[in-house]
């Protein structure tokens, strides 16, 4: 598993709550374009991370605890072990080949059409696309839903933040 991060911009305000970014959006595109678009379009989650402030910290009830995710997760996998258990060498859906997606992770229309839309606003790859589907099909199993329902696909497509066109406009 591959985990990373990096600032979102030269001076490093970008998106910030409180302080204002200095660079100019050319800036911030030239940034993020260090980064090739194939290494990104590997990476299955783009997660933006702002600051939050010290009382908002202290103020924030307790979220889903680690605990109770993680029997979110070993559910999740299970589904995934029974729904490749004759498949040779295939444990999750991130695996998936397009055989199996087809089988696996097809939408209904008016998913379809959301991740038709966002391809084309976004201007997203036909990498970018398998790794949404394979991400919505994680998020069905995380909720225990049989079928990827539109609000999957449009969480995942949240995933792609830093897709070309979309980070520093
Ligand atoms: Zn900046």
């Not at 490093?12 to 595109?29: D, I, K, L, W």
């Not at 600051?51 to 979220?63: D, G, H, I, M, Q």
């Given at each position: ?50 600051p939050?402030p ?14 109770e ?14 729904r ?23 939408l ?48 995942a ?13």
């Amino acid at each position: 598993m591959l985990v990373a991060s990096m600032n979102p911009c030269p001076c490093g305000y970008f998106n910030h709550p409180t302080r204002a970014c200095v660079c100019s959006p050319g800036m911030v595109q030239k940034y993020l374009n260090r980064i090739s678009g194939p290494l990104l379009d590997r990476i299955d989650l783009h997660i933006e991370v702002i600051p939050v402030p010290f009382n908002k910290l202290s103020e924030t009830p307790p979220a889903e605890s680690s605990k109770e995710i993680r029997k979110r997760v070993i559910e999740a996998r299970k589904i995934q072990a029974e729904r490749f258990k004759n498949v040779k060498g295939v444990f999750c859906n991130a695996q998936m080949t397009s055989k199996l997606m087809n089988k696996y992770a097809g939408l209904e229309e008016n998913s379809r059409q959301i991740l038709k839309t966002a391809m084309e606003k976004l201007d997203l790859s036909a990498r970018a696309y398998d790794r949404i589907l394979k991400v919505s099909r994680t998020i069905a199993d995380l909720e225990g839903a049989e079928n990827i329902q539109p609000n999957h696909v449009a969480e995942a497509i949240q995933y792609r933040s830093l897709d070309k066109g979309t980070w520093g406009n």
